[in-house]
């Protein structure tokens, strides 16, 4: 059976929504979606660890990281289950996402859902110095199911 989420964004772009699918448990996940009003340059882009955000994306906490992997790029081979990778809107300000990634899962143990997925006003440093978590987000919202 085919498992699918939602996600839509808080902050502005409410109208735009991200789509998570996974056909059956063990396959790779595809996450599809667009954001708009998004700055020039890249912006990252993760799933954190709570979704319960009474203050907003600060209460997200960290990279959602189950398996207690380093914080990488979206093609390494040892990264996270949040790294998602970037973000890089057109001219319009407008980006789309299309994620292929076989260690999110919409099943247990490892799920995603009920997670806030986050997109970050700055670039990947891949974890190369500086706090990142204190960096801003620009637009967050919560992995929910859907049908
Ligand atoms: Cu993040």
Redesign the pocket.
């Known amino acids: 059976s085919v498992c699918v989420c939602v996600c839509v964004w808080v902050g502005g772009w409410v109208d735009d929504t991200v789509f998570f699918e996974q056909k059956q448990a063990g396959e790779p996940m595809e996450l599809l979606g667009s954001t708009k009003g998004l700055a020039k340059g890249n912006h ?1 882009f ?1 799933i ?1 660890e709570f979704g319960n955000n009474p203050q907003g994306y600060n209460s997200a906490g960290s ?1 959602f990281n189950p398996l207690s992997k380093k914080h990488s790029g979206t093609n390494d081979k040892e990264k996270q289950c ?1 790294d998602l990778g970037k973000v890089t809107p057109y001219k319009d300000g407008v980006a789309t996402m299309s994620v292929k990634d076989s260690l999110i899962q919409l099943s247990e143990p490892i799920s995603v859902k009920g997670h806030t997925i ?1 997109v ?1 006003e700055k670039a990947d440093n891949l974890g190369k110095g500086g706090n ?2 204190s960096e801003k987000s620009l637009s967050y919202g919560i992995i929910g199911i859907t049908k």
């Open positions: 990252r993760h954190h990279h949040g986050v970050h990142i978590e």
